[in-house]
């Protein structure tokens, strides 16, 4: 489809679209930024024609970038082909892609090591998956970090720190105790043998692209081992080489018991997965969870395609070294808002010396760049696998510039969370 077309079949501004959007649409994420219409590689185009770099990716989405045509193709065929069953039959590409996650997760387990997957349709219904799998070893108590972030929905939310999203929807799911992130004497302490499990992000995108200290989740391995609890990963943001590696935490030479996975799986089709391994791997059992769309083929052909696509093209290797190349890059800035560039591969946070982040934010939009404010004072950086260096580079040299203009006007404006 032409631009041009689209906009003929667009017909409205920005803002009457704005107008519609406020009156059809729950008030749950404020007004959007755009009104979106096309979307293709490291770009999108907003309703009126203007072209953004798409540095956010769907907040950690499309590592692919938008509309890759493996993807879209591998959607089209599996549509044409068997485009829904209920569970009570399966499919092909949902075995295939069962099979590969579980190898995945187990990649430094030793060989034979059971796994497997049940598949719903986002980051949130993963981690329901897996905090009712916590249920099953007999076990009630749940330890989440500080600053987690793990969904939405009322068991994901228990998990989740952020009083402003728990408050109005107490009483949540009992059970859950929070520990610094990264504190191995804290969750020391936490842990014991009424412990069910232990949930935590390699890198806590949410909360600023806060990344574990080294040496953390080989600790969390170590101590939730001793004491009889799973060590469940939430790599839905992190994982499937946004972070430079395929699982950070396999990475990071540790099995997880748990690994859930969501946002990059299906490069913006819908999917999530919970991987149980080990002895969590025979937790489930006929009846005791479910989804009608979960394992859908058309989303598991998407994550096939993607994990195709991401070996094809080494680019979870090239993430890695992508990132460097945009760290070096912000740093050679030089600018003296920047306190850090943190985070792995192509997740990052530039962390600014002044709450200045939704300002800077506004001025990068404006110059057609989309990042976001996950805090008032870093920038979220998660471009799609496929940048080039000189995409890289642009985008630090307007950055410098949006630091100097969000500093000049700075206000509390956008920000925004998953
Ligand atoms: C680590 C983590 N877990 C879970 C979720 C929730 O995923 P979803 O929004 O697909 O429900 C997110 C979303 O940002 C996330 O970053």
New binding site residues.
């Given amino acids: 489809m032409t631009h041009d077309l689209l906009n003929t079949s667009i017909g409205q501004s920005e803002a009457e679209w704005q107008a519609r959007y406020d009156r059809a649409l729950a008030h749950t994420f404020g007004p959007p930024r755009r009104v979106l219409a096309r979307a293709e590689g490291v770009h999108v185009w907003d309703v009126s024609g203007k072209r953004y770099t798409d540095f956010l990716s769907g907040?950690?989405v499309c590592v692919l970038g938008h509309n890759h045509p493996a993807v879209t193709q591998a959607i089209a065929r599996q549509l044409g082909t068997v485009d829904h069953i209920s569970n009570f039959f399966a499919t092909v590409p949902q075995i295939e892609l069962a099979e590969r996650l579980a190898a995945l997760a187990t990649a430094s387990a030793p060989a034979g090591t059971p796994a497997r997957v049940f598949f719903g349709n986002?980051?949130?219904?993963?981690?329901e998956a897996g905090f009712k799998l916590t249920r099953l070893t007999g076990r009630t108590r749940v330890v989440a970090m500080v600053d987690s972030?793990?969904?939405?929905?009322m068991g994901?939310l228990s998990l989740t720190h952020k009083l402003a999203y728990r408050q109005p929807f107490a009483p949540l799911v009992p059970g859950v105790d929070f520990v610094p992130f990264g504190d191995v004497a804290a969750l020391e302490a936490a842990v014991d043998g009424q412990t069910a499990a232990v949930v935590v992000?390699p890198v806590?995108?949410?909360s600023g692209v806060v990344p574990a200290p080294a040496g953390y989740l080989a600790a969390a391995r170590e101590i939730t081992a001793r004491h009889g609890a799973l060590l469940w990963v939430?790599?839905?943001?992190?994982g499937l080489g946004r972070c430079g590696e395929w699982l950070v935490s396999v990475a990071d030479a540790v099995t997880p018991d748990i690994v859930?996975l969501?946002?990059g799986l299906g490069n913006g089709f819908?999917i999530?997965a919970c991987i149980a391994t080990g002895r969590a791997a025979d937790l489930f059992t006929p009846g005791s969870h479910g989804s009608t769309f979960g394992g859908n083929p058309v989303g598991a052909a998407a994550g096939l395609a993607v994990l195709d696509t991401l070996r094809d093209q080494h680019l979870v290797e090239r993430a890695r070294q992508l990132g460097d190349h945009l760290v070096g890059a912000i740093e050679a800035l030089q600018h003296p808002l920047i306190v850090q560039v943190r985070g792995r591969g192509l997740l990052r946070g530039v962390v600014l010396s002044q709450p200045v982040a939704s300002a800077v934010n506004d001025a990068l939009l404006d110059a057609g760049w989309i990042v976001n404010a996950p805090r008032p004072d870093v920038l979220r950086i998660a471009p799609p696998l496929i940048v080039t260096e000189a995409d890289l580079d642009a985008f630090a040299s307007a950055l410098g510039e949006a630091l100097t203009r969000g500093n000049e006007g700075a206000g509390p404006r956008s920000g925004g969370?998953?």
Avoid: L, M, W, Y
């Fill in positions: 907040i950690a986002s980051g949130a219904e993963a981690n972030f793990h969904g939405r929905t994901a992000e806590q995108g949410e939430d790599e839905v943001q992190c859930t969501a946002k819908p999530g969370a998953a």
